[in-house]
């Protein structure tokens, strides 16, 4: 996909690039930054130095994941990450970590909701997926914020450090934020009876 450049009132998301090392390895020495997210733990120069100069352009170049860079307007310091990522023709996730300077100003929750926005609008996303790490509730509130929906837990469902995990997922769908589906949607009955 060509690279994007998305716009909300404050913030500006734009792929990463080689210029935003030194920011990237700076937040990522926030000790939540490496405890909730799936960044190397110790973070070291080279993996700042390697996502954005290969992660992020081969993310681009071969439709597997969109790594944007979330600054505030008019050149702005780096105040998050958000990055959809696909897991097959049919899968997509969002993650995201917030600089720890610019939590609780509501960037991260403007950047996730344009990001899924983009998602469904340009990329074709039919369901957006989100999961944390049980336990991470700064990202379950970013997330209900935006409008996903808790749908349960998933047992062992995060691999980090030789550890498996278990997960919080929640889903958003294009008509949560008052958009088309690219696809008819027909809820099925969950309640289990018969």
């Known amino acids: 996909m060509e690279h ?3 716009t909300t009132g404050r913030l500006e998301l734009r792929p990463f690039a080689p210029c935003d090392e030194d920011e990237v390895y700076a937040a990522c020495q926030d000790p939540d930054v490496q405890r909730w997210t799936l960044v190397p733990s110790p973070y070291q120069r080279e993996h700042a130095h390697r996502f954005v100069n290969e992660v992020v ?3 681009w170049r071969e439709d597997t994941a969109y790594p944007f860079a979330v600054r505030l307007r008019s050149g702005g ?3 998050a990450a958000v990055g959809v990522h696909v897991h097959g023709t049919d899968s997509y996730e969002i993650g995201y970590w917030a600089v720890k300077e610019h939590r609780g100003q509501g960037y991260m929750t403007e950047a996730v909701e344009a990001a899924a926005r983009w998602a469904f609008t340009e990329v074709g996303a039919v369901r957006l997926e989100w999961r944390a790490e049980a336990g991470n509730t700064g990202s379950r509130v970013v997330a209900e ?3 996903f929906r808790f749908e349960g837990v998933l047992r062992a469902g995060v ?4 550890t498996a995990r278990d997960c919080w ?3 958003l769908l294009p008509s949560d934020l008052g958009l088309t589906p690219a696809l008819p949607y027909l809820p099925g009955d969950v309640s289990g009876a018969s």
């Not at 691999?159 to 030789?162: A, E, I, K």
Request: glycine share 22%; proline share 11%; hydrophobic share 35%.
């Open 4 to 6: 994007t450049t998305l």
């Open 77 to 79: 310091p780096l105040v």
């Open 159 to 162: 691999l980090r450090n030789g």
């Open 145 to 147: 914020k935006v409008g």
């Open 169 to 171: 997922i929640g889903a």
């Open 57 to 59: 352009p081969d993310g």
